[in-house]
């Protein structure tokens, strides 16, 4: 941008760097990581996960990538080249797997779901080492096991068809959610249950009024999630 004050002021708002074309080629190069990520992690998860490998053609596997590219550039936008972004691209390209398998088989398997909590947890430390400031990663536990907490008293109680998968995933999500502050935590929290309330109906109608017995709650919760992370300040 020409206009200092301008950059400045799109740079405070969205904690990214300035529309220059050093700050223009850091938020692709992030999002082209996050395709190329994206490409291997396949491979990988039909070897983990070999009860879950499903034949992707082509057009699948571009699909997924360019998802995750648009996804990890706007979390390059939004943090810039801050200690956190490597922890929130983890969430990003992960994020988009996940709702891939749980769309295709009502599943979120362990073997991704305690993984992304695991070395999320790590690198939102090491972020919080370098920018001194641990009460970020306190509130972010806080926030793993308040969400976790809810969503298992939610599943327990209620008929609303999550499952364990989803009380699982409500742990790494509220980290996240919680590391940025408390609001993000409780947008976050109640959009992915509003949302998945609303995919559940949607799915009713489209079933002529009969509920399928299983709700793929998982991109209802990543996609609320990665919305309040990247649009609330």
């Known amino acids: 941008m020409s206009d200092p004050a301008a950059a400045g002021t799109v740079s405070l708002l969205f904690a990214a760097p300035a529309g220059t074309l050093p700050g223009v080629l850091f ?5 082209l990581l996050g395709a190329c990520l994206s490409l291997l992690a396949e491979p990988l998860m039909r070897r983990a996960l070999p009860h879950l490998a499903d034949p992707l053609n082509a057009r699948s596997r571009i699909t997924t990538a360019a998802v995750t590219f648009a996804l990890c550039a706007l ?32 599943l979120l398997p362990n073997r991704m779901v305690l993984p992304l909590l695991g070395v999320g947890l790590a690198l939102l ?40 998968g989803d009380v699982k995933l409500a742990a790494p999500l509220g980290l996240y959610l919680g590391y940025l502050g408390w609001s993000h935590l409780f947008y976050g929290g109640a959009l992915g249950f509003v949302a998945g309330g609303m995919a559940s109906a949607l799915l009713v109608l489209k079933n002529r009024g009969n509920k399928p017995k299983e709700v793929p709650y998982g991109p209802s919760m990543l996609a609320a999630s990665l919305a309040v992370i990247l649009l609330l300040p």
């Open 27 to 31: 938020i692709a190069g992030i999002g």
């Open 75 to 106: 979390v390059a936008w939004r943090f810039g080249p801050s200690p956190e972004l490597a922890a929130y691209m983890l969430l990003a390209a992960a994020g988009v797997q996940l709702a891939r398998i749980d769309l295709l088989h009502h």
């Open 125 to 164: 430390a090491a972020a919080a080492g370098v920018s001194g400031d641990a009460g970020n990663l306190l509130r972010g536990a806080a926030g793993a096991v308040i969400l976790f907490v809810l969503y298992l008293f939610l599943a327990l109680t209620s008929r609303n068809g999550l499952g364990m």
